[in-house]
């Protein structure tokens, strides 16, 4: 598995970037639609505490059926009420195996007084789009769905099914719809292989494209505890102990330390490869990391850049907090919820143990946080393996990105966060993450404040998803 990697890793080169391909754009009739069902699907609010997933996959699926999709291939279903998913098959002649397109339905929540704008309102505003779930990932959903539309009133026939599935709770909640699908509905989804638009971002830095990401790999995504417990008392009269000085340290701990240094051939690749679409002091601190043994000055330089430092290293980031139980009354205990992303082959449970070592502090208990399924089963966390690239794959994304993009080139990559993508990894189906859209690099503001995309970035998106569709199926 490691051998297909590099070798089709080692065919890489980055060339300089000519110019964009002109196409229908900037309020064409299919830019006015995407961008409708992009608005639509932003103003639906699905986030766990109040929203509904459901509501969004029944508003795509009747745009998909007034498309001309026959109803027995847009399924709307679900473990529950509110956590509906969408899966809709495009039929083929059958020539080759089935290819599934996913992407998530649900965002995280968003506060309208954190803000500066009404966070499920669609608004358009100096070149960008905002509102949550505009970048993670409400505009990949709109381009899946788009291309779908697109291809069923062109009468295209394709070589083999396309699946799309649209799910809930990638980002929290116990309904996962991905597990769901694969563990209760496994042939609605089975396919030769996955494309998730929620991985393999195409990269623009400082304002030039620089490559085509395609994620074969991701960090594996763990929660643990960290509870101090105290007997209290009367806030009158404080004493030595108190839970949540006990927690502020040990956090304070954690906020100091740096796990070791990990690079593997995805990511030394990738710092090779990235360094050629960028200059000056970044550029030789990518090519450092990239050597063998890394060059200790760039390692120490790159980690101060949060991008890179997550490429570089297991992190663990306090998250949450809680404690206390009256105003006037010293805190009998205290909780953080401390978020790990754990670099592949890292195993959970010494992340567990190395945060222990750090604490150093018996009072300090920290435990592993398992999740579970809407059934009660426990989910484990399992270090999940690269998907062996497909030549079939990334012959298509590069043809498809030279009709658009000449000289741009695709540059494998493993990804800082966690996808639905592993499961189905661990369910026997490889699973690529390609975004068909350009996000800026320094500008992610996922899951943050004033979330957005850019308005050229989104509609070149529905031209690639389309075309990229065509080229996969023809």
């Known amino acids: 598995m490691k051998k297909t990697v590099v070798r089709t890793l080692l065919m890489c080169g ?79 002649t059958g020539k080759k195996p089935p290819v599934l397109f996913i992407g998530h339905l649900d965002v995280v929540e968003a506060r309208r007084e954190d803000w500066s704008m009404d966070p499920f309102q669609f608004i358009e505003q100096d070149g960008n789009f905002y509102g949550r779930g505009t970048r993670d990932m409400k505009a990949g959903d709109a381009i899946l769905v788009m291309s779908f539309i697109r291809l069923k009133r062109e009468g295209y026939q394709p070589d083999r099914d396309l699946i ?58 763990g929660d643990y505890q960290f509870e101090t417990r105290n007997p209290g008392g009367h806030s009158s009269v404080p004493g030595p102990d108190n ?10 701990k954690l906020e100091k330390f740096s796990f070791p240094l990990h690079i593997n051939e995805i990511t030394r690749q990738y710092f090779s490869q990235s360094a050629d679409f960028t200059s000056g002091s970044l550029a030789a601190d990518l090519r450092g990391a990239a ?35 009256a105003p006037n009354a010293l805190p009998q205990s205290a909780r953080a919820n401390v978020n790990c992303r754990i670099f592949p082959g890292d195993d959970p449970e010494e992340v567990r143990k190395t945060l222990e070592r750090v604490v150093a502090d018996s009072d300090v208990k920290i435990t592993l946080v398992a999740d579970k399924t809407s059934d009660g089963r426990l989910i484990p966390i399992v270090a999940v393996p690269p998907s062996p690239l497909q030549p079939e794959l990334t012959s298509a994304l590069e043809r498809t990105l030279a009709t658009m993009w000449s000289g741009m080139q695709v540059v494998p990559t493993m990804s800082t966060g966690a996808t639905d993508g592993k499961y189905l990894r661990i369910a026997g189906i490889p ?44």
């Open 431 to 474: 699973t690529f993450g390609i975004a068909c859209m350009f996000f800026d690099m320094e500008d992610d503001r996922s899951h943050g404040k004033d979330e957005r995309v850019g308005v050229k970035d989104f509609y070149d998106g529905v031209e690639f998803g389309y075309r990229f569709m065509k080229t996969l199926s023809s």
């Open 291 to 325: 050597q063998q043994p890394p060059n200790p000055t760039a390692i120490q330089h790159l980690s101060t850049i949060p991008y890179y430092n997550a490429l570089l290293r297991t992190t663990c980031v306090a998250t949450m907090l809680s404690g206390g139980h």
């Open 164 to 221: 799309v599935a649209l799910t809930a709770d990638e980002e929290s909640g116990d309904s996962n719809g991905i597990d769901w699908l694969v563990k209760d509905h496994r042939d609605w989804i089975n396919a030769e292989y996955c494309i998730n638009l929620d991985g393999g971002e195409f990269e623009r830095l400082k304002g030039r494209r620089g490559l085509a990401g395609l994620q074969a790999s991701e960090k594996v995504y």
């Open 14 to 92: 980055l060339a300089p970037v000519l110019q964009l391909a002109t196409h229908a754009q900037d309020g064409s009739p299919t830019d006015q639609e995407a961008r409708a069902i992009f608005k639509q699907l932003i103003e639906i609010n699905t986030t766990e505490s109040s929203g509904n997933v459901t509501t969004a996959a029944e508003a795509m699926a009747k745009r998909l059926l007034d498309a001309g999709f026959p109803e027995q291939d847009v399924i709307v279903a679900g473990p529950n009420p509110r956590k509906k998913n969408l899966v809709v098959r495009y039929r083929g």
């Open 243 to 252: 839970a949540i000085y006990e927690l502020a340290a040990a956090l304070s």
